[in-house]
């Protein structure tokens, strides 16, 4: 019984970690949802941020994200930006392409 326990055990923990941003750090696990491959968490070209005075306008077309599929515009506030370790723009959509869950950017000045 405790051989399966700590079995299920193992796979929630593993379930619950974040996976890894191509240069290797890791996602929150609140921002991301499934790998590297699959997953709602990813690096967005530089060309498709604008740095506004009260935070980032995302602007996305079908392949600038994986769960891309038509044009987006977003608005995210300077409070809502986590700071990017790696200095790229990392972009997480949870639970569809219309919803941002995490936007990560490299520090100012970076």
Not at 28 to 53: F, M, W
Not at 82 to 103: I, M, Q, W
């Amino acid at each position: 019984m405790r051989i399966v326990l700590a079995a299920i055990g193992m796979a929630f923990a593993a379930a619950a970690q974040a996976h890894h941003a191509p240069s290797g750090f890791a996602y929150d696990p609140y921002c991301c949802n499934g790998d590297g491959e699959s997953g709602d968490c990813q690096s967005i070209s530089s060309k498709t941020v604008r740095a506004l005075h009260e935070g980032y306008e995302v602007t996305l077309l079908p392949g600038d994200h994986r769960l891309v599929t038509r044009r987006h515009v977003f608005l995210i506030p300077q409070a809502q930006t986590k700071e990017s370790p790696d200095g790229a723009y990392h972009l997480c959509l949870f639970p569809n392409e219309d919803t941002v869950r995490c936007f990560y950017a490299p520090p100012l000045g970076f």
